[in-house]
């Protein structure tokens, strides 16, 4: 069983920064890419960050230049540095990993953390 643990949401005022982390455990051959969504209230959750297993990573417009992404392959976590928040940041934010296990090398398998909620405040 695959558990990603997510920690690091928080209050904070506009222009503030925080640095989101999440960590996967449990019989994980490898992972694939790593990265964030968010949902806040009565939209769609959208894609934040992405970061392959190489290290390439993707940005929505919206948070680019504000934003890192980076991860720690053998510890099988993922961050998201976040700077210069802004009041439409305000959402949860959910990790998520593509993990292949040892018994089926060839398939990816897509699992989400429980959401860590971050609030900005004008």
């Known amino acids: 069983q695959v558990q990603l643990v997510e920690s690091g949401g928080d209050l904070v005022q506009a222009g503030g920064s925080l640095r989101l982390s999440c960590a996967a455990s449990?019989?994980?051959?490898?992972?694939?890419?790593m990265g964030w969504y968010r949902q806040a209230p009565g939209k769609q959750r959208e894609l934040v960050a992405g970061?392959?297993?190489?290290?390439?990573?993707k940005f929505a417009d919206s948070v680019k230049g504000r934003f890192t992404i980076s991860r720690d392959n053998a510890k099988n976590t993922v961050y998201l540095q976040m700077n210069n928040l802004k009041p439409e940041d305000t959402a949860v934010y959910y990790c998520?990993?593509?993990?292949?296990?040892?018994?089926?090398?060839?398939?990816?398998?897509?699992?989400w953390g429980q959401g860590t909620q971050v609030t900005v405040s004008s």
């Open positions: 998520y990993a593509q993990i292949r296990f040892s018994w089926a090398p060839n398939n990816l398998h897509n699992y």
């Open positions: 970061i392959s297993s190489g290290g390439t990573t």
């Open positions: 449990g019989s994980i051959f490898s992972i694939n890419d």
